[in-house]
């Protein structure tokens, strides 16, 4: 099994901590973890990547786990999170990358194809909308914007993280569980996530993700369309985000394909990694 290297990057001016495995030769696959996750969301994904020669990077993003934690919330802005990721492609000192991104990485992922299409080979999403897809949804939508409702709740400064810290994370880890199928996430999963949320101000920068999406972005003249090639993976079960969403991001994508995994919820690559890393290979594989 290949070793896994903790590092810490340079980026966008901070550092951020990134768990490094695979060959140095190998072509590099950027993972982006979502909220509430950090690097470990992909230990499933990781090993296997690097056991087929790649090189991975799955770093903790802007405000989690090890990585700096700015302290205002325009720093959490999309663009921010979006050069963070092209800052880490540059220090990696390749000219392309393959970037995979779920659920909040994966928002992530979206906007470094539109705004550093020159930075990717290939695109990979796993429940996660295109940004456009999204407002359009919640504007026509109703049911959409019940399954956000949580977001408003976020919104509220300084209660979410403090309710989150009573009783050891017991809210945020139940949200995990009673979202995902039975099993999913193991008790030594779970600690793992309790000793990531407990860094300090870790919770806090997390929602800040959220309490971000109201402010403008600085450089908000981004493309719409996505020009790579793109690979959308989407669990039909998925609590949060209804499947439609899907195709309606596909829309908006030159060379675009995806596939429904019927029986998973918004935890796909958790629920099915075997299926998940095949689809991942296969994708890249391709010409």
């Given amino acids: 099994m290949e070793i896994q290297e903790h590092k810490f990057v340079e980026t966008n001016g901070i550092k951020l901590h990134v768990v490094q495995q695979g060959p140095e030769d190998g072509q590099l696959v950027i993972l982006l973890h979502g909220f509430p996750e950090f ?4 230990s499933k994904q990781m090993t296997e990547l690097a056991n087929k020669g790649f090189r991975v990077w799955a770093p903790d993003q ?3 786990n090890l990585s700096d934690k700015p302290k205002k919330v325009s720093d959490y802005r999309i663009d921010h999170l979006a050069a963070d990721v092209a800052g880490l492609i540059k220090a990696s000192g390749r000219g392309k990358v393959v970037l995979v991104g779920h659920d909040w990485g994966g928002i992530v992922a979206w906007r470094v194809a539109r705004a550093y299409p ?3 080979h290939k695109l990979i999403v796993l429940n996660a909308p295109h940004e456009l897809a999204m407002s359009s949804q919640l504007l026509k939508h109703p049911l959409q914007i019940l399954k956000s409702s949580y977001i408003a709740f976020f919104q509220l400064r300084g ?6 810290g009573m009783s050891n994370w017991k809210a945020v880890e139940k949200a995990l569980v009673s979202t995902s199928r039975k099993g999913t996430f193991s008790e030594e999963d779970l600690r793992k996530y309790r000793t990531a949320w407990s860094q300090p101000g870790a919770m806090r920068s997390m929602i800040n993700w959220y309490r971000a999406l109201a402010m403008k972005p600085v450089n908000s003249v981004v493309p719409s ?3 790579v090639p793109t690979f959308l993976m989407w669990g039909a079960k998925d609590p949060f985000l209804g499947h439609e969403l899907a195709n309606k991001s596909l829309e908006f994508c030159e060379k675009g394909q995806g596939v429904l995994l019927g029986e998973a919820t918004h935890w796909v690559q958790h629920e099915e990694p075997e299926r998940v890393n095949k689809l991942l290979f296969d994708f890249i594989d391709q010409e």
């Fill in 39 to 42: 690097w470990y969301g992909w």
């Fill in 62 to 64: 802007r405000g989690y």
């Fill in 118 to 120: 020159e930075l990717l």
């Fill in 159 to 164: 209660i979410p993280e403090k309710l989150f």
């Fill in 225 to 227: 369309s996505v020009l």
